[in-house]
T-cell receptor, first 113, second 113 residues
Framework: KAGVTQTPRYLIKTRGQQVTLSCSPI?????VSWYQQTPGQGLQFLFE???????NKGNFPGRFSGRQFSNSRSEMNVSTLELGDSALYLC????????????FGEGSRLTVL | GESVGLHLPTLSVQEGDNSIINCAYS??????FIWYKQESGKGPQFIIDIRSNMDKRQGQRVTVLLNKTVKHLSLQIAATQPGDSAVYFC????????????FGKGTSLLVTP
């Protein structure tokens, strides 16, 4: 069974640009969560989607957005990139929403210059 | 705001010894706790979880202890192996928050031969 797949794995952008990251959950998983990981702040929750609906949102500015498609695949978008957005963006999937094992992908490493 | 923290940022143990990684949490309403392991270049991997109605749970070579009185979690790894070298995170899941987990900063475990 394939794991959580994130694309692209690495990308470099410049300030002011926007970026879209993609996540394909494990087959059959309907919940997708996104986290930002930085050395200074650690792992911080961005948002969670279940059956195409955003269930929870973390404390991030409106430049960070996401969506989930009917096949459970998810994308997140960051607009007007800032240097501080450089991070590893992790996607995780699970069968249902809340409590239970989260399966993480290997992340998309974003560098903003 | 409330946060999850770890007592020690790094821990070095000899192969074959037992390891104990500690975690303090501050949201007394949290009812679910998880330990994750993250190896270099990979996403976090689920190790073990525990619900607030339990004080101990055992897995394969790992045990999680929960002390709700002092809001403390610990992860015990028996007979630590070189493959256990990684960063370990505790996470708390407040009620009704879906997968909006609060992660600790992480403890780096180094297993020496």
């Amino acid at each position: 069974k394939a794991g959580v797949t994130q694309t692209p794995r690495y990308l470099i952008k410049t300030r002011g640009q926007q970026v879209t990251l993609s996540c394909s959950p494990i087959s059959g998983h309907r919940s997708v969560s996104w986290y930002q990981q930085t050395p200074g702040q650690g792992l911080q929750f961005l948002f969670e989607y279940f059956s195409e609906t955003q269930r929870n949102k973390g404390n991030f500015p409106g430049r960070f957005s996401g969506r989930q498609f009917s096949n459970s695949r998810s994308e997140m978008n960051v607009s007007t990139l800032e240097l501080g957005d450089s991070a590893l963006y992790l996607c995780a999937s699970s069968l249902a929403s809340g409590h239970g094992e989260l399966f993480f992908g290997e992340g998309s490493r974003l560098t903003v210059l | 705001g409330e946060s999850v923290g770890l007592h020690l940022p790094t821990l070095s143990v000899q192969e074959g010894d037992n390891s104990i990684i500690n975690c303090a949490y501050s949201n007394s309403a949290s009812d679910y706790f998880i330990w994750y392991k993250q190896e270099s270049g990979k996403g976090p991997q689920f190790i073990i979880d525990i619900r607030s109605n339990m004080d101990k749970r055992q897995g394969q070579r790992v045990t999680v202890l929960l002390n709700k009185t002092v809001k403390h979690l610990s992860l015990q790894i028996a007979a630590t192996q070189p493959g256990d070298s990684a960063v370990y995170f505790c996470a708390e899941n407040p009620p009704n928050s879906g997968y909006a987990l609060n992660f600790g900063k992480g403890t780096s475990l180094l297993v020496t031969p």
